[in-house]
């Protein structure tokens, strides 16, 4: 007789546990978007010049994607709940640090910091939970909640920085984190598990030093790529980067105890889950830089109506995403995220139906089904990941997981970025009548066409206008028809290297089914 043994079930104090875990997690997703509405009061307040508010800006999430495999390695060999307590602590004094700034220089150092602390999170939690659940189904239901939280905090970042803002100066939305990571310090010491690694191999400082080497340039170059352009710097930076990646990969496979197991790349699972946040990151950021431009630039909508009709394809995207671990409890996980990319492919064909005028409408339900079929990624495939993946290298796969998801984000601005710029620029015509200078301005995007628009007269300033929003129109329709490929060919994918995955409702998930079978 075979009966599967789905392991110890989790009770009230792991359930508990799960919620303090997604505090921080929350909070380190509020801050990446938080300082956006601060950035005019900061800014007149340090004299902070343009390039200076862009780094303050983009900073944490450097730190962030540079130091994810390094915490996640160093949690692995030291303990979870340690590498997280320690990234809560610096996250708290950095946020002191940050909210009473007195220079532009302080607030950089400040938000570096932070960066690095909220670097321990994700691969910490992730690792965290595993071990809190190790009975797959529980393990399903938690990733599910976990996942809400990085979705809300996506939803509250902008929500929360305004109401802070419209009661107290500029530096009050740094201090949020302080209680946060003040009550995880408290209880977390009772409520985590301390599990370690028995045999830990000592920790390269060249491994680290090259993979930060190789993450922050590729980073910044895409990140600057996107913004400015392909340009020499960016590019050399990106180049440079994946020149330390090449070195950081020969140093790792000459070593008894690597910073990182390459061998986690050979499990199909492993590599194909960061494939696909590396997917998901690269459609999400890339369709939303072109859908927020449409909404404020063809639609004339303000920066606040934007965010506001932007929370309901963020709420289908939190129904999704407990929706899919849910499924996937009888139904096998490939075919739950493949029939998520499927549908999202379906969003992604709605939208190139979007038109010039009147179009809103139907963006937001092709963002809403786009949003719900590809939400289990954010929360199915980490369970099957850390299914998959074992107790002492849990730490590694999560910060692998993380980091290509924050390099799909880069890449997708960067790329499909260019590809809207790239159709704007064809279809876009400009009237003989701008002048030459400002001409090219508007031929290279739609916010220069509607800068230029402003210092037109009648009837040249509409006629630039109209034909602006319709070539930007059709720079939708293009990124949207990329999307939808790229969500059929991640659909095939899935269900070709994960087919073997048996429902998390029948043994433990990213494990051969016979895995988790005893003969009786």
């Not at 340039?217 to 020149?243: C, D, F, M, N, S």
């Not at 890339?286 to 927020?292: I, K």
């Not at 004339?300 to 129904?319: D, F, Q």
């Not at 279809?427 to 701008?434: I, L």
Request: glycine fraction near 12%.
């Amino acid at each position: 007789m075979t009966t599967v043994d789905m392991g110890p079930r989790a009770g009230r104090r792991e359930w508990l546990a799960l919620a303090v875990l997604c505090l921080p997690t929350l909070l380190t997703t509020v801050d990446i978007s938080v300082l956006i509405l601060a950035l005019p009061r900061l800014a007149t307040d340090l004299g902070a010049n343009s390039t200076q508010q862009l780094w303050v800006t983009d900073i944490y999430g450097f730190m962030i994607a540079g130091f994810l495999v390094l915490m996640g390695t160093l949690g692995d060999r030291t303990g979870h709940r340690n590498v997280l307590l320690g990234g809560a602590a610096g996250f708290m004094v950095a946020s002191l640090l940050a909210a009473y700034s007195t220079s532009i220089e302080m607030l950089l150092v400040s938000r570096a910091l932070l960066g690095i602390a909220a670097a321990t999170v994700m691969p910490s939690v992730l690792a965290l939970i595993s071990q809190l659940f190790p009975n797959p189904m529980q393990m399903g239901a938690a990733m599910g909640i976990w996942g809400t939280s990085i979705m809300l905090g996506v939803i509250l970042g902008p929500v929360v920085g305004g109401l802070l803002l419209d009661s107290f100066w500029w530096g009050s939305i740094f201090l949020m984190g302080v209680p946060v990571m003040a009550l995880l310090l408290v209880v977390g010491p009772g409520l985590l598990p301390g599990a370690r690694n028995p045999h830990p191999g000592r920790l390269d400082p060249l491994s680290a030093v090259l993979s930060l080497a190789a993450l922050l340039p590729v980073v910044y170059g895409l990140k600057e790529i996107a913004r400015a352009g392909w340009q020499p710097t960016p590019i050399g930076a990106v180049i440079l980067g994946l020149a330390f990646a090449l070195m950081f990969v020969a140093r790792q496979r000459h070593l008894t105890h690597p910073m990182l197991d390459l061998g986690l790349f050979r499990n199909p699972v492993v590599s194909t889950i960061v494939l696909l946040g590396l997917a998901f990151g690269f459609i999400t950021a890339g369709a939303g830089l072109v859908s927020t431009l449409y909404m404020q630039l063809v639609e004339g909508m303000s920066p606040l109506k934007v965010a506001l009709w932007m929370l309901i394809p963020a709420g289908a995207m939190i129904v999704g995403g407990n929706i899919g671990p849910a499924v996937a409890r009888t139904v096998r996980p490939a075919y739950v995220l493949a029939a998520g990319m499927v549908l999202a492919a379906v969003g992604a064909l709605v939208i190139t139906q979007v038109s010039v005028s009147g179009g809103l409408a139907t963006l937001i339900v092709g963002l809403v089904i786009m949003y719900v079929g590809g939400s289990p990624s954010a929360t199915l495939a980490n369970a099957v990941l850390m299914g998959a993946t074992p107790p002492e290298k849990a730490g590694a796969a999560g910060s692998l997981s993380s980091t290509g998801g924050e390099l799909g984000v880069a890449l997708g601005v960067a790329i499909l970025g260019s590809v809207a710029g790239a159709v704007y620029g064809s279809a876009v015509e400009v009237p003989s009548a701008v002048p030459p200078e400002a001409a090219m301005a508007a031929g290279e995007s739609i916010v220069g066409a509607a800068a230029v628009a402003d210092t037109l007269p009648q009837p040249v300033a509409a006629e630039l206008l109209d034909s602006a929003r319709e070539a930007f129109t059709q720079a939708l329709h293009g990124a949207s028809l990329i999307n939808l490929v790229l969500f059929l060919a991640v659909a095939a994918l899935l269900v070709v290297r994960l087919r073997a995955v048996p429902p998390t409702g029948a043994g433990h998930p990213g494990m051969p089914p016979e895995a988790g079978q005893t003969v009786q």
